[in-house]
Each structure stands twice: as structure tokens, then as C-alpha cells.
């Protein structure tokens, strides 16, 4: 049996988030998820994660976020995940309740002792709020695993992904905190796509996951990312750079994010020159490796191998 680290996801889910989660508890030892705002309401996504999480029969604590960006007005993907935030499903409100602490709280509680591990999916409000609350917490964190960024073209503007775009201070804060980080940003989530075949092998499992996804994927592939038809599977790839580091490669580099309004908003640069690289960025992934490692934790729940 391979090795299960332990980790906290922080996310906003959505769709791929919810890919995510189920990477996470399938391939690690998730302790906890922190919810954010981001991808649609924080009401949406702490209750999208509470009923993934009941689904997948998994008690783990919920722990929700921030439900705006530190200093710019919110905004949503309900285009790209639905109004629900798992396309046109209506999820339903599962009878369990987030825990009482706030995510930041958690995330600062999670880091006592040191050695913690964040995988974040999300906009970094929740991880900037805790850095304000307590910068100790930067030594605290080990690693921070961060779908964001666009080495190259962005996704919501030229320059900008999402992530990166929703909430540019709250990355700018974590970048420069000299918190150990890679991120996986969209040249690299790009490599890694899922689409009909994916839909068909879900639906062929004949289970309610199975359909769930399959629906899902079949929603969220309408957005035709660069002129194609398979969906870039962003968030597992930073859950499974963690878990299944061997799939990935990786380059030392030095990563800032534009806090001016416009076209530079949410923009990443990441120079590879300096002395002294901060950062990680994943650059390949193995796509056929990962893309069934992430069917196999929607297919295959079995928590124990
Ligand atoms: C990122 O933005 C969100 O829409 C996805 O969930 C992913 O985290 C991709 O740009
Ligand atoms: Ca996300």
C-alpha cells in the first residue's frame, strides 16, 4: 500500500473541486477542508463540500471561509460550475453543519507543531487571512500545493486564471510570505483533460458517484477551453502533485502576482533567474497517469487500499 500523507484542502467547490476532494480522500489522509468564495457563494461552496464529503461517506471536519476577497468586490464562475456550483444539479443541504471555527482559525490550528500540508483549489483568501492573523504561520506550513496562475494565457483575462484573478491581493500576500509553495497554473492543468471518453466510463460504473460526476463533466465540458471540447481537470492536478509526485515535474522559480486593476489584475510572472527561487512550478504531467487516478477515486471509493 502506498504511502497516505495528511493534508487540509482549502477549495471552492465546483466542479473540478469536487474531482479534487475525492482525489484527496481517496489517495491521502485529508484531516480537514476550509471552504472559500470563489467559484460560486460561500454557501454554496461549504454546502457542495459537506454533501461531496457525505457522499463519499467521509466524516472529515468542515471548516467554513471567507466569503469575499480581501479587498476587491467577490465574483463567481456560475458559467463554468452552475448555478449550484455543480452544474445544473440542485444539490441538496446534508443535516451535518460546518464546524463552529473559521477556516482561518483552522488553518492556524492545523499548522501548530509545524509540517502541515495545504493543498489550496481555491482563491488564497483563507491562507492570506490566517498569514495576517499570525505570520508564524508561514514557517508552520511546510508546503503549499496551489491550483492558480497562468505562466502564459489566463482564463478569465488574457493574462489572469481565476484563482489568481478573484482574489489577486490574497495571492500576492501569500506569494510574498515566503511560504514554501508550488503552483500547478494553467499551462500545466492544460495538459490534463477530461471529456466524452471520461463522461461514458463514469456512467458505465453504474453507480449514483459514477453518475453524479459523469453529469457533472458533461456540464462543465461546455465551457470550450482554447477551441476544445475536453476540460482541463485544474484542481485534482494539485492534489495529486502532492500525493503523486512522481506523475509531475517540477521547476524552481520565483512567482509574483499583479495587485493593479485591469488588464494586469490577477496576472502571475514567474522568472526563473534569480538567485534565490522561492517557489515550485509544476511544468509536465503525465495526463494518462493522472486522468486515471482521478477516475479511479470517483469509481473506486474503496477507502482502504
Ligand atoms: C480554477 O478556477 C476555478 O474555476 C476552478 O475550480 C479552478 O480552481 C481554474 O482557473
Ligand atoms: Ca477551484
Redesign the pocket.
Known sequence: MLDRPHLLLD???????GFAIFCALRFGNLDAVTTVS??VSIENTTRNTLWLLELFGSEVPVHRGADRPLRVAPVV?DD??GASGFGDRPVPVTTRQPEATSAAQAILEYSNGGGATIVA??PLTNIAHAIEADPTVVERIEHLYW??GAASTG??TTHA???AW?DPDAAAVVLESGMALTMFD?DL?RQVRMGQREIELLRAAGTEIGEIFADALDFYKREIDLGVIEH?M??PCAVLGFLRPDHFTFRASNIVCSTTDGDERGRTVVGFDDENLPHYLAVTANDKEVIELILMAILDTDNNQ
Open positions: 477549495c471552492d467547490p465546483g466542479i473540478d473541486d470563489g467559484n464562475a463554468i460550475h483549489t481555491g491550483m492558480g482564463n478569465v486564471e481565476f484563482n478573484c494553467l492543468t482541463p485544474h484542481d
